[in-house]
């Protein structure tokens, strides 16, 4: 009211411009003006930044990895020189060479932990989600989301130590007294799985299970309730539910977190050393690190095409199932 | 078919067994301190093929009792007999009626026969017969070129004719529907009051209809049942609940009234408890009325213009406002600030209970 009396010479404005332009001068008057009624601006400052940095730094760093496979190695420095050859290429992709076999053949069974632990990670966020979503009261739903959270939060290392501790066989070296001589699950219950494929199995469900509850959760959220009456309603029931309303609206939420658990899954090359004493061949990603990457870098990048292959073909069959219809 | 037929035929022989019994319902949410008694103690007859509403503000518990019927919630005390049948604690899918949703709850990963089809399938229904009662159902809500559709490519009032179907295609003993035009624009909301009721008609299941609208629960009941704070105020056919409101807050909640206050009522007609009268049953009169009126003087606050009508306040001697409905052009000398004197019928001013009585049942 105040205001309005102050403003008292420009009353006439007030009436001619629905009031709107009589707003004292502002600061970013002119920033204001600049942006009205132009749209590309808008889109120009908003989308640009972000856009600039996946491009370069992201995709830029991506697409010079992949152009490294074109390089031949310098044997002197042990770095792609700048000479073009399809060399490593072939040699990654010739099937008949028994060595490129046994990679991918690490690579299959690769694929194979990676899509165990994203099965897994379904399996168990499923629940964990619908409880949260649709059973829990409020201060529970909070407590248990945090919960979930919470690994994201500790750094990558710390928990894969966590875990070398807690799986490690009798007489490791975080061998405590107990039940069993090894680490936590060997002192506490007497039994551990020991290092090796389902400790990293184990562990990297332990690691991606957040990427797979959250998207469910997100789904489970945005059904409505009245849809599990409605099924209920017309004699369907709770498995009949689950199968025929449920899992159908999820399968977009369920495709986009396994991508994660997957994907990620696909490329770790740390956890498995940690929880995978010795057999360092295990995994791709540790093959790609031990192998491969330090003595020669292009033929490393040329083999990488082998998991990106495998990560596009996944993508494409998620896609199929929906996977990017909510982003 | 059977059932429906079997509706028509043995009518006289059901009406001893109701459709649905409520029998000293309660539902209470939350325990200790924080609970709320959504539902206090609700006991209630509906006969078989009646249209039957549940009316009352939100809140009141109405869509509760809905839901307990449906099976969604269970109560916390008393039973629920269907056709005689004690269902109180069996899950919805054992029960032998359907619900349209207020949010009509379509899958949305069907197509519109798919989610017709959707009970008659859970039921193992054969294909073709499945098939076939699905067509006859769209074509009977006039929808029966959309059953390829997904129901997110319909409109509002579509969709609402969809979960209309998906519902009556299982022939279900009783029809539970929850606000179901709530979510529409008035003027497809009175083209669905009418098809509801036609649909009704035809079909002969027991509709029971929850709306806090009382235009629409008078317009299209058999019977209404007006809720407040959990329990029921008075259940009665549209007109007895609009002639005769027994408490204050059905003459408030149900069209308007207006209450004379105890010490007025003892003034005017000699008995000290508050009566309403209907302003469509007050006049302006100019002077003298018959023994048979009952007639008050005050001045004038307000002139409301309806068009046929104009709504008159009036502030009496004791600071009451009375409100009259009359005609536009019986308002000769009558203007704001001045006196006018109203007049109604003494048979017109019914007594109403302060609150609800200690049954506040069905009778």
Same mark, same amino acid.
């Given at each position: 009211?105040?205001?309005?009396?102050?403003?008292?010479?420009?009353?006439?404005?007030?009436?001619?411009?629905?009031?709107?332009?009589?707003?004292?001068?502002?600061?970013?008057?002119?920033?204001?003006?600049?942006?009205?009624?132009?749209?590309?601006?808008?889109?120009?400052?908003?989308?640009?930044?972000?856009?600039?940095?996946?491009?370069?730094?992201?995709?830029?760093?991506?697409?010079?990895?992949?152009?490294?496979?074109?390089?031949?190695?310098?044997?002197?420095?042990?770095?792609?020189?700048?000479?073009?050859?399809?060399?490593?290429?072939?040699?990654?992709?010739?099937?008949?060479?028994?060595?490129?076999?046994?990679?991918?053949?690490?690579?299959?069974?690769?694929?194979?932990?990676?899509?165990?632990?994203?099965?897994?990670?379904?399996?168990?966020?499923?629940?964990?989600?619908?409880?949260?979503?649709?059973?829990?009261?409020?201060?529970?739903?909070?407590?248990?989301?945090?919960?979930?959270?919470?690994?994201?939060?500790?750094?990558?290392?710390?928990?894969?130590?966590?875990?070398?501790?807690?799986?490690?066989?009798?007489?490791?070296?975080?061998?405590?007294?107990?039940?069993?001589?090894?680490?936590?699950?060997?002192?506490?219950?007497?039994?551990?799985?020991?290092?090796?494929?389902?400790?990293?199995?184990?562990?990297?469900?332990?690691?991606?299970?957040?990427?797979?509850?959250?998207?469910?959760?997100?789904?489970?959220?945005?059904?409505?309730?009245?849809?599990?009456?409605?099924?209920?309603?017309?004699?369907?029931?709770?498995?009949?539910?689950?199968?025929?309303?449920?899992?159908?609206?999820?399968?977009?939420?369920?495709?986009?977190?396994?991508?994660?658990?997957?994907?990620?899954?696909?490329?770790?090359?740390?956890?498995?050393?940690?929880?995978?004493?010795?057999?360092?061949?295990?995994?791709?990603?540790?093959?790609?690190?031990?192998?491969?990457?330090?003595?020669?870098?292009?033929?490393?990048?040329?083999?990488?095409?082998?998991?990106?292959?495998?990560?596009?073909?996944?993508?494409?069959?998620?896609?199929?199932?929906?996977?990017?219809?909510?982003? | 078919?059977?059932?429906?037929?079997?509706?028509?035929?043995?009518?006289?022989?059901?009406?001893?067994?109701?459709?649905?019994?409520?029998?000293?319902?309660?539902?209470?949410?939350?325990?200790?301190?924080?609970?709320?008694?959504?539902?206090?103690?609700?006991?209630?007859?509906? =006969? @078989?093929?009646?249209?039957?509403?549940? /009316? &009352?503000?939100? $809140?009141?518990? *109405?869509?509760?009792? !809905?839901?307990?019927?449906?099976?969604?919630?269970?109560?916390?005390?008393?039973?629920?007999?269907?056709?005689?049948?004690?269902?109180?604690?069996?899950?919805?899918?054992?029960?032998?009626?359907?619900?349209?949703?207020?949010?009509?709850?379509?899958?949305?990963?069907?197509?519109?026969?798919?989610?017709?089809?959707?009970?008659?399938?859970?039921?193992?229904?054969?294909?073709?017969?499945?098939?076939?009662?699905? =067509? @006859?159902?769209?074509?009977?809500?006039? /929808? &029966?070129?959309? $059953?390829?559709? *997904?129901?997110?490519? !319909?409109?509002?009032?579509?969709?609402?004719?969809?979960?209309?179907?998906?519902?009556?295609?299982?022939?279900?003993?009783?029809?539970?529907?929850?606000?179901?035009?709530?979510?529409?624009?008035?003027?497809?909301?009175?083209?669905?009051?009418?098809?509801?009721?036609?649909?009704?008609?035809?079909?002969?299941?027991?509709?029971?209809?929850?709306?806090?609208?009382?235009?629409?629960?008078?317009?299209?009941?058999?019977?209404?049942?007006?809720?407040?704070?959990?329990?029921?105020?008075?259940?009665?056919?549209?007109?007895?609940?609009?002639?005769?409101?027994?408490?204050?807050?059905?003459?408030?909640?149900?069209?308007?009234?207006?209450?004379?206050?105890?010490?007025?009522?003892?003034?005017?007609?000699?008995?000290?408890?508050?009566?309403?009268?209907?302003?469509?049953?007050?006049?302006?009169?100019?002077?003298?009325?018959?023994?048979?009126?009952?007639?008050?003087?005050?001045?004038?606050?307000?002139?409301?213009?309806?068009?046929?009508?104009?709504?008159?306040?009036?502030?009496?001697?004791?600071?009451?406002?009375?409100?009259?409905?009359?005609?536009?052009?019986?308002?000769?000398?009558?203007?704001?600030?001045?006196?006018?004197?109203?007049?109604?019928?003494?048979?017109?001013?019914?007594?109403?209970?302060?609150?609800?009585?200690?049954?506040?049942?069905?009778?």
């Amino acid at each position: 009211m105040g205001e309005r009396l102050e403003h008292a010479p420009n009353l006439t404005e007030i009436d001619l411009t629905d009031g709107r332009a009589s707003e004292p001068s502002h600061p970013f008057r002119g920033v204001n003006r600049a942006f009205h009624g132009r749209r590309g601006l808008g889109v120009a400052s908003t989308l640009g930044a972000p856009l600039a940095w996946m491009l370069l730094v992201y995709i830029g760093s991506l697409v010079l990895l992949v152009f490294s496979a074109f390089y031949e190695l310098d044997p002197i420095t042990q770095k792609p020189s700048d000479t073009f050859t399809w060399d490593n290429i072939l040699a990654a992709f010739n099937i008949f060479d028994p060595a490129v076999r046994d990679t991918v053949w690490v690579l299959v069974r690769t694929a194979g932990v990676a899509l165990i632990v994203t099965v897994l990670c379904f399996l168990i966020a499923l629940p964990v989600a619908f409880f949260v979503s649709k059973v829990a009261w409020r201060w529970i739903r909070r407590g248990i989301i945090v919960a979930m959270l919470m690994p994201l939060w500790a750094g990558y290392l710390v928990k894969g130590y966590a875990w070398r501790a807690m799986v490690s066989p009798s007489g490791g070296k975080f061998a405590a007294t107990g039940k069993g001589d090894g680490g936590f699950l060997d002192a506490t219950f007497g039994w551990t799985p020991g290092y090796g494929r389902t400790a990293i199995i184990i562990t990297l469900v332990y690691f991606w299970l957040p990427y797979m509850v959250l998207p469910i959760y997100a789904g489970l959220d945005r059904m409505s309730p009245s849809l599990l009456d409605a099924a209920g309603d017309l004699g369907a029931k709770p498995m009949r539910t689950f199968r025929s309303v449920i899992l159908p609206l999820l399968m977009p939420a369920i495709a986009a977190g396994s991508i994660f658990t997957f994907s990620l899954s696909l490329g770790d090359y740390i956890v498995p050393q940690m929880v995978n004493n010795g057999k360092e061949k295990f995994m791709f990603g540790t093959l790609i690190n031990s192998t491969l990457g330090a003595p020669n870098q292009p033929l490393a990048a040329a083999y990488t095409l082998w998991p990106l292959l495998i990560v596009i073909l996944y993508l494409l069959a998620m896609k199929r199932l929906g996977a990017f219809e909510n982003l | 078919m059977s059932e429906s037929v079997a509706l028509h035929t043995t009518n006289d022989e059901k009406r001893s067994t109701p459709a649905i019994q409520l029998v000293g319902l309660r539902k209470q949410f939350g325990a200790g301190e924080l609970s709320v008694h959504a539902v206090d103690g609700v006991d209630l007859s509906i =006969e @078989e093929g009646e249209f039957f509403s549940l /009316l &009352g503000p939100s $809140g009141s518990g *109405k869509t509760t009792v !809905l839901r307990m019927i449906a099976g969604f919630e269970l109560p916390t005390g008393g039973a629920i007999l269907l056709q005689g049948k004690d269902v109180t604690t069996q899950p919805p899918y054992d029960r032998d009626v359907n619900t349209v949703f207020q949010d009509y709850a379509l899958f949305p990963h069907l197509t519109v026969r798919q989610n017709v089809e959707y009970g008659l399938k859970v039921k193992k229904v054969p294909k073709a017969e499945r098939r076939r009662r699905a =067509e @006859e159902m769209l074509e009977a809500v006039r /929808l &029966g070129s959309y $059953g390829n559709r *997904k129901p997110n490519q !319909l409109s509002g009032g579509q969709r609402q004719r969809v979960a209309l179907a998906r519902a009556l295609v299982n022939r279900p003993k009783v029809l539970l529907l929850d606000e179901p035009l709530g979510a529409l624009d008035l003027k497809l909301r009175e083209e669905m009051q009418v098809e509801l009721k036609t649909i009704q008609r035809d079909v002969g299941i027991t509709f029971v209809f929850v709306t806090h609208d009382q235009g629409e629960a008078l317009s299209m009941s058999s019977r209404v049942a007006v809720f407040n704070h959990g329990r029921i105020e008075q259940v009665g056919t549209p007109r007895e609940i609009y002639d005769h409101p027994s408490t204050m807050f059905v003459a408030g909640f149900v069209g308007t009234s207006n209450l004379l206050p105890a010490p007025l009522s003892q003034e005017l007609f000699g008995v000290f408890r508050t009566h309403s009268v209907r302003p469509e049953r007050i006049r302006v009169v100019q002077q003298t009325v018959s023994d048979v009126e009952v007639s008050v003087e005050g001045v004038v606050d307000d002139i409301q213009y309806l068009g046929a009508d104009c709504r008159v306040r009036v502030r009496i001697a004791d600071g009451t406002h009375l409100l009259a409905n009359v005609p536009s052009d019986g308002l000769v000398g009558v203007a704001v600030g001045g006196t006018a004197r109203l007049a109604w019928p003494r048979f017109a001013a019914f007594e109403v209970a302060e609150t609800i009585t200690s049954e506040g049942g069905d009778q």
